[in-house]
């Protein structure tokens, strides 16, 4: 499996913008997906998750702000992030694990929000 992320850029505090994930290869094989995020100096930590079923699982700084969706037909999953903060900016990876518990990484996406 191959992700490629896009979306990334610099906005000011308040502002929005969105993430996408394209995922290809052996895509029938992808259960969940989802976007992890890591801040100069800090571990990579969960930002949001959603299964082939649609359940979602936020990180609880994003609850609220952050909507993750995704199109099963287009093999893509999406970050709408609103109400962007400073502590938000970090470089954004997409993620998705497999059935049989692969797991594959995107290219990170740098996220900046300006205070």
């Known amino acids: 499996v191959q992700l490629q992320a896009s979306g990334g850029g610099l906005v000011q505090a308040g502002g929005s913008l969105r993430l996408s994930c394209a995922a290809s290869g052996s895509i029938f094989s992808i259960n969940v997906m989802g976007w992890y995020r890591q801040a100069p100096g800090k571990q990579r930590e969960l930002v949001a998750t959603?299964?082939?079923?649609?359940?979602?699982v936020y990180a609880d700084s994003v609850k609220g702000r952050f909507t993750i969706s995704r199109d099963n037909a287009k093999n893509t999953v999406y970050l709408e992030m609103n109400s962007l903060k400073a502590e938000d900016t970090a470089v954004y990876y997409c993620?998705?694990?497999?059935?049989?518990?692969?797991?594959?990484w995107g290219q990170g996406t740098q996220v900046t929000v300006s205070s």
């Open positions: 993620n998705c694990g497999t059935y049989s518990l692969y797991n594959y």
């Open positions: 959603i299964t082939s079923g649609g359940y979602k």
